[in-house]
């Protein structure tokens, strides 16, 4: 059987992955639940991915469970999004009825597996109401969220936190975006995996493949985004830095990688308004990727010379992870997840407006050394925080905490 922990030992050392088995130990006759709402696209099902297969190398039986719904389910959905990120949100009553019934038929699909496990990990409000439909658990029910949360739309607040109040525990990504909630609250930062085709090394050949697949020129200066067309991700307001910066920099060349997410039903308008946007520039790539296409985005950040993230909010931003990870200083949005990356003027910047991320394009390639300097310290800073075997660590001490 392939050993997948015994690689990591490489990039951590033995120490951390000895540490794993130790605290598995005492969970290996525990069933484990994730349940979340797609199997593809965005950052929740990127790290299932990748913990589900390590959890049950570490001798912990875990299943991975998705729920589904309608196209009214996501809609609705995607509006506690983006009610919970701030924004005021259309919530009409039939909408409501429909995201209960979603979650009760689901229920009542994956009764056996959630009313027997040891522990069920729920991601993200869409599976949220599961709990209330299965009272006779045994194990403990945790709610994990993964949005930027800092200042919920209220009335959706209320709403969701009927469902949650009832969990056991929570997990939220920082401490900004803790809640009143009758239970207990952990703080546990995402993470990437540093051997998966998204961020494993590649050679030079396939990096100037993809870029000439896209038409994108090496020989001059390359700037990076890798998001869902989602308006918390900016789109447009990085084209607008993009612009100004090239007031001054007319070589420089962006590049918008994205895909959509199964459960997103907006980013067909947000990718119109970005091509809009662009109005045909030459210069500004904006791709429209799958979303098994990992090895092309690895690419790409590779192939910048800065990689941007000015998100308006950010639960986490693994993009920002992946990127640094890959020695790329990243001038980020000052929001959520993003602030505990960006270390501001050590591995990139933080800013507000599109004239602040240009201001820092500018200074950046001004200045290659410093870009090497930042890149340098940003690739540490990941090794240290934000790398998988960290994640697996806090889960598993969470899962010891929460069953002993
Ligand atoms: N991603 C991808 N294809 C895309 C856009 C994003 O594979 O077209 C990946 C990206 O590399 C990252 C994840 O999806 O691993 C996005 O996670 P993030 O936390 O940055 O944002 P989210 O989409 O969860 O808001």
Not at 305 to 311: A, I, N, P
């Amino acid at each position: 059987m392939v050993n997948l922990l015994d690689a990591y030992a490489e990039v951590v050392g033995q120490d951390v992955i000895d540490q794993l088995h130790q605290l598995a130990g005492t969970l290996r006759d525990k069933r484990v639940v994730h349940v979340n709402s797609t199997r593809l696209g965005g950052g929740v099902a990127e790290i299932l991915e990748k913990h589900v297969p390590l959890l049950r190398e570490l001798g912990i039986e875990t299943h991975w469970e998705v729920i589904t719904g309608n196209a009214a389910f996501y809609q609705c959905t995607k509006s506690f999004h983006n009610g919970l990120q701030g924004k005021t949100v259309n919530m009409p009553n039939d909408w409501l009825r429909n995201f209960e019934e979603t979650n009760a038929f689901n229920a009542e699909q994956l009764r056996p597996i959630l009313s027997d496990a040891d522990i069920v990990f729920i991601h993200d409000p869409q599976p949220a109401p599961l709990l209330r439909y299965i009272p006779e658990r045994k194990g403990k029910w945790i709610w994990r969220c993964h949005i930027d949360i800092n200042r919920p739309n209220r009335v959706i607040w209320r709403y969701l936190r009927g469902f949650v109040a009832g969990y056991d525990a929570s997990i939220f990504s920082l401490a900004a975006f803790v809640q009143p909630l009758p239970h207990a609250q952990y703080l546990i930062p995402p993470s990437i995996d540093p051997l998966s085709d998204k961020n494993i090394d590649l050679p030079e050949h396939e990096i100037d493949g993809v870029c000439e697949r896209f038409g994108i020129d090496r020989t001059r200066p390359v700037i990076v985004q890798v998001s869902r067309y989602d308006q918390f991700k900016d789109p447009v307001g990085v084209i607008e830095a993009y612009r100004i910066a090239k007031h001054f920099l007319p070589d420089i060349q962006l590049v918008l990688a994205g895909g959509s997410a199964a459960d997103d039903p907006e980013g067909e308008a947000v990718l119109a308004e970005a091509r809009r946007a662009a109005n045909g520039d030459p210069d500004v790539h904006i791709l429209l990727l799958p979303p098994d296409a990992h090895r092309t985005i690895n690419a790409l950040q590779r192939a910048a010379d800065l990689v941007v993230q000015k998100s308006l909010r950010e639960g986490f931003g693994l993009t920002v992870t992946e990127a640094l990870w890959k020695g790329k200083p990243v001038i980020g949005g000052d929001t959520g997840g993003i602030r505990l990356q960006v270390i501001d003027h050590h591995t990139g910047f933080l800013v507000n407006t599109p004239e602040g991320a240009a201001l820092r394009i500018r200074y950046l390639l001004h200045d290659r050394h410093k870009i090497e300097e930042m890149g340098h310290k940003a690739r540490e800073f990941v090794r240290e925080n934000f790398l998988i075997t960290r994640h697996l660590r806090e889960y598993l001490t969470l899962m010891v905490s929460v069953l002993y």
